[in-house]
T-cell receptor
Framework: TQLLEQSPQFLSIQEGENLTVYCNSSSVFSSLQWYRQEPGEGPVLLVTVVTGGEVKKLKRLTFQFGDARKDSSLHITAAQTGDTGLYLCAGGGKEGFQKLVFGTGTRLLVSP | GAVVSQHPSRVICKSGTSVKIECRSLDFQATTMFWYRQFPKQSLMLMATSNEGSKATYEQGVEKDKFLINHASLTLSTLTVTSAHPEDSSFYIC???????????????FGQGTRLTVV
């Protein structure tokens, strides 16, 4: 069974601070995705990484896929209150019929 | 972009009744859809993989007779919670993966979720 452990589980910070969320597994994934979920809604895709060592930037968010494609990180610079939410990593195959395995989740609270 | 629509968003039902949740891919065909369950403040737990025209594949520990899945067309999958009980109360989410060019780097799109409360 493929498992994705995220750390930390919960993070409470002040606006303007930086933070990093980690997603680790003992399994190799063909691709890894990061999502953010608001309460009462479905997850929304932030980014997909597919190449070991790949780094992608989305405004203040920087995503990295580990060289061995077993882990990933999400770094947020100068957090804003709008970044509050549940962050989920998910790994799986590249094909559309292949299921995604979700990480344990990181709940982020950014206070003014 | 691709959209997956889930209905209803909220439902309250009496214990012992059945509830059907629909998941539609609005602008792409999805031969495979996925059903997840999410408990408060927890991650998504995959329940089953819904396959168009064939039987669903259930994850270990998920009762197939309790959670009936039908994928009758390329744009619609349904999850029916049969003889619902209070412990079935949860947030249910469906998703579909859209195949990109050369069948790589597929994205998963999620429905809005259904909050089921069994009283």
């Amino acid at each position: 069974t493929q498992l994705l452990e995220q750390s930390p589980q919960f993070l409470s910070i002040q606006e303007g601070e930086n933070l990093t969320v980690y997603c680790n597994s003992s399994s190799v994934f063909s691709s890894l995705q990061w999502y953010r979920q608001e309460p009462g809604e479905g997850p929304v895709l932030l980014v997909t990484v597919v190449t070991g060592g790949e780094v992608k930037k989305l405004k203040r968010l920087t995503f990295q896929f580990g060289d061995a494609r077993k882990d990933s990180s999400l770094h947020i610079t100068a957090a804003q209150t709008g970044d509050t939410g549940l962050y989920l990593c998910a790994g799986g195959g590249k094909e559309g019929f292949q299921k995604l395995v979700f990480g344990t989740g990181t709940r982020l609270l950014v206070s003014p | 972009g691709a959209v997956v629509s889930q209905h209803p968003s909220r439902v309250i039902c009496k214990s012992g009744t059945s509830v059907k949740i629909e998941c539609r891919s609005l602008d792409f065909q999805a031969t495979t859809m996925f059903w997840y369950r999410q408990f408060p403040k927890q991650s998504l737990m995959l329940m089953a993989t819904s396959n168009e025209g064939s039987k669903a594949t259930y994850e270990q520990g998920v009762e197939k007779d309790k959670f009936l899945i039908n994928h009758a067309s390329l744009t619609l999958s349904t999850l029916t919670v049969t003889s619902a009980h209070p412990e079935d109360s949860s947030f249910y989410i469906c998703s579909a993966r859209r195949t990109g060019p050369l069948r790589v780097n597929t994205e998963a799109f999620f429905g809005q979720g259904t909050r089921l409360t069994v009283v």
